[in-house]
Nanobody, 121 residues
């Protein structure tokens, strides 16, 4: 079983910065893809930024130039540096990972518990 543990959310004023972290823990797994989604009240969950299975990065247009996704493979951790935050970035941010179990080669999708990001105007 794999768990995703997130940290780093909070309350920040518009124009400020936050850094989210997500660490995958468990035994005998490899990460195919890992990234961040968010869900604002009354809206659908949307992809924010991700590392694809090919290792490239993908961002939703609204965060390009402001958010940066990075990772530490040795720590099975992905980060989301969020700069120039806007009130419309307010949402619950979820870590997502597609993980392959070494023992049987099967891949599964996992979600973190979510971390609240609130940007005040």
């Amino acid at each position: 079983q794999v768990q995703l543990v997130e940290s780093g959310g909070g309350l920040v004023q518009a124009g400020g910065s936050l850094r989210l972290s997500c660490t995958a823990s468990g035994s005998s797994f490899s990460i195919n893809a890992m990234g961040w989604y968010r869900q604002a009240p009354g809206k659908q969950r949307e992809l924010v930024a991700t590392f694809t299975s090919g290792g490239s990065t993908d961002y939703v247009d609204s965060v390009k130039g402001r958010f940066t996704i990075s990772r530490d493979n040795a720590k099975n951790t992905v980060y989301l540096q969020m700069n120039s935050l806007k009130p419309e970035d307010t949402a619950v941010y979820y870590c997502n990972a597609n993980i392959r179990q070494v023992i049987n080669g099967l891949s599964f999708n996992y979600w973190g518990q979510g971390t609240q990001v609130t940007v005040s105007s």
